[in-house]
């Protein structure tokens, strides 16, 4: 705490930041006895950068749902029967596949032609259900969940030639294929992933480069090599799921501008993409807010805000805002925060006392939201903040608990609106993160949060849309995360 006073205090002075005793004996800020009136904010994860058509299963599309029970069905007999990754591919394909990537190992930027050979032959032993597609050890090592992030689309509309993306032009197990996915990802740009953060485990951590092109490679190829066995025109299918998905941005702003934007005096978003932050800022509605984000200097293809709302008498104390980034960035460099996953803001409020807002979105395991909410608490300024904690009923190993949640957030001296689920949806298994494949997403995931410093909740809610039990997103509203609304009255009192 007292590295982070050091950095802040050239802003704020004796005015903002607590004293150590003060913070620790919950004593407040000092205040003025003028009463703020109550703060609307609602927090959404709004998940912008799902890009996948294929991801989610969807009851009310029934001719996907036959295509989902027919693929998996397929995959498991082909596994019951023996059949391995190569096996597959070397019966679906009419060349070999492995032949096509390692005599393009230089072109895919992999290191040599060896190891992209052992990561080859490493992967075509595995099973193509319980070893590939569903399993946890390959969704743990991210082999194909970080390049995919990276390339299922590039820059507003070039998609990766995958059943996964939104390309529209032929998929099937040929030549042309392959070598259209070859040129694609000669072009692509995929940074370093840190193995020692995510403790990837062996064979894949020593060879992380080579088994991330070629795990991507030969996840895209069994894709097409099963579903060229179902009876479903899947290709058909497929592009009617890319119009839906490709509808799903405007829906949202939609959302936001219809629901949020006018009613609410602080909204959290989180996952917003280039794209739609600007549709938003494009509305009417907008005009009447100011917006809180970090540059996207890293490239980040999302990233979390906060829209003020003018005369809500909440004041952005610009200074004070960027001490307090600083402060932060270096903090999350220090965490391994990915960038654009926290926007922080101060502001004064009607009787000038300091008020942290901040949009944090969690990762995957919500490994990082524990400590991030000790960084913030450690600031010494009253916090206000939506969040997507990522924190799980009922978690598996390296999943954040919602009960270890919520006594961090209560160690912390916070309160936080009630343990409802804000998430209710099924990952088919044509998608890139396989350790989630056909588990239930329904989870107490987001939150408001905020210090005892006079602030209460009196009035808090989950708005899914009205979707009455049924996966999100669907028809009726566009995200896989319910919104979390509340009321804030901040009433402070003198403190001596």
Known sequence: MRRLEGLLS??????????????????????SRARPTPIKLATWNIGSVQTNPLEFSDDSDHRFAHFLAEFQSHAEALEAGGSTIGDILSEAFPFSVRSSLLGNYRALGLPSLESSAEAFDFLAKLRVWSGFLASKNIGDSRIISWPDRF?????????????????????????????????????????????????????????????????????DSILIAISERTSVDWRDMRLGRIECVSQRPQQLVNHIAQHLLGAEDVIMLQEVSDDIQNRILSVDEAGGYELIAESNSSGAKQRSVILIKKGCGLEIDVAASERVREAMRAEGERQGLASGDLSVAVVTTANDNPLLLASFHGD??????????????????????????????????????????????????????????????????????????????????????????????????????????????????????????????WSPVVSS
Request: aromatic share 8%; glycine share 6%; charged share 20%.
């Open 151 to 219: 390339t299922n689309v590039v820059g507003n509309d070039r998609c990766r030639p995958s059943m996964i993306s939104c390309f529209t032009e032929e998929l099937s197990p040929s030549k042309a294929w392959l070598d259209s996915w070859i040129r694609f990802m000669a072009d692509a740009h995929i940074p370093t992933l840190s193995v020692e953060k995510y403790n990837v485990a062996s064979p894949y951590r020593e060879n992380y480069r080579s088994f991330s092109v070629v795990g991507l490679a030969v996840f």
């Open 364 to 489: 995957t395991n919500g490994r990082l939201t524990i400590p991030t909410l000790e960084v913030l608490g450690s600031l010494g300024l009253p916090l206000l903040a939506g969040v997507d904690a990522n924190c799980y009923a009922n978690a598996t190993p390296g999943n954040l608990a919602v009960v270890d949640f919520l006594k961090a957030v209560t160690d912390t001296g916070l309160y936080h609106t009630q343990p409802l689920t804000t998430t209710r949806n099924l990952r088919t298994p044509l998608q890139a993160q396989s350790a989630k494949t056909n588990v239930l997403d329904e989870n107490p995931k987001d939150y408001v949060l905020l210090t005892d410093a006079g602030m209460t909740i009196e009035k808090s809610s989950v708005d899914d849309g009205g979707s009455g039990g049924q996966s999100l997103p669907n028809l009726r509203f566009p995200s896989d995360h319910a919104i979390v609304k509340a009321e804030i009255d």
């Open 10 to 31: 050239p802003v704020f002075g004796d005015r903002a930041l607590f004293s150590e005793a003060m913070h620790t004996s919950g004593q407040q800020c000092p205040v």
